[in-house]
Structures are given as C-alpha cells and as structure tokens.
C-alpha cells in the first residue's frame, strides 16, 4: 500500500478532484433543472403557486430551490448519502432515456424539420442501452425492495398527474391555504 501511494501519489489527488468537480458540476447541473421543473409545473398550475416564486435579486426560483434541499436533506438523514444517489440516478434515467427515445420518434414521425444539429442516432442508441442497465441493474443488488418501491412511486405519478390536470384535487380549502402560503414566503424571502 505505501509503494502504491508514493507511486501514484499525484495521479490520486488529481483523479480526486476530478471526482469532486464533476461531483459539484452534476450537483449544480441537477439543482439548476429540477428546480425549473418545480417552477414550470406551478407556473402550469400542476404544483401549489408558491414553487412559482422567483427570487427579485437573482431571478431564481428560490422556494424550488429551498424545497429541493429539504428533501434532499431529509433523504440524507434518513437513507444516507449512498441510497439518495442510487434512488435519484434510478428514477431519473427513466425519463433520460425517454429523452433520447424521442429522438428516434422525431425523426420518424417529422423527417422534414429543420434541426440545427442531426445528432447520429448511434448516440440515442448507446445512451438508451446504458440506460437500461441503469435501470435494471439495482434489481440484481440486495437492495431490489427499494427499486421496486421507486418503480411505485414513479408509476403512482402518472394517475396523479392526470387527476391534477382534471382539477380533482382543486378544494377550495386548499385554494386559500395555497394562496397564504405563497403571500407569507414572497414576503420572508423577497420573491415575486
């Protein structure tokens, strides 16, 4: 072990902070888009109002963001560091390749639309493959339960979502509530 660190004792630092800027780069990459998810689905009214708040000063959606780091916190407290990033990567990859089978669907369903880059579809292909063994692989581990689980709980979004956008859930009660909420948190974090 002492011969393995005086041989790559530089090369271990720099592979160690290569992992943690592109730790933090992933980090404010994830912070920066799902923050704007929340934002986007209150502003469409799928979520309550005060996810719309945008900071005055930094033109940011702030209480996405504050909402965003108390799940991620409560998560961390409860599961540990190592079980939020195999959940998020989990449920995330979903969607990641949806992504990247809607390239193959756009370019079967509208060959004709102008695209100012003709990504080679053996990009999508390889991003698809790579995200199913994403996908599958924490079924093979010991801890399955908890993939099922996240399988769920994604699956439980798609009749929510329908049921939102139908109005089921639009009780007056919740209505005011909402509106509270939102007038209280634009006041304490100067948002508008």
């Not at 923050?35 to 945008?54: A, N, Q, T």
């Not at 995330?92 to 756009?106: D, N, S």
């Not at 639309?113 to 692989?137: E, M, N, Q, S």
Request: proline share 5%; charged share 10%; glycine share 8%.
């Amino acid at each position: 072990s002492s011969g393995i660190n005086a041989e790559y004792g530089a090369g271990k630092i720099i592979l160690a902070l290569t992992v943690v800027l592109s730790t933090l780069g992933n980090v404010q990459g994830t912070i920066l888009t799902t923050s704007r998810y929340i934002h986007s689905g209150s502003v469409e009214g799928l979520l309550p109002s005060c996810f719309s708040l945008v900071s005055k000063r930094f033109r940011t959606p702030l209480v996405a963001i504050l909402y965003l780091a108390g799940v991620t916190s409560a998560f961390i407290i409860v599961g540990g560091i190592d079980d939020l990033i195999s959940s998020a990567t989990f449920t995330m990859f979903p969607f990641h390749v949806a992504c990247a089978v809607g390239v193959f669907v756009m370019r079967k369903t509208h060959p004709d639309l102008p695209r100012p880059y003709r990504v080679p579809l053996i990009f999508p292909a390889l991003f698809i493959l790579f995200g199913l063994v994403v996908f599958i692989t924490p079924f093979t581990g010991q801890k399955w339960l908890v993939s099922l689980i996240w399988v769920g709980i994604l699956l439980l979004g798609v009749p929510l979502y329908f049921l939102i956008l139908k109005n089921v859930f639009k009780l007056k009660f919740l209505e005011k509530w909402d509106a509270s909420v939102t007038s209280v948190l634009a006041w304490l974090l100067g948002c508008d």
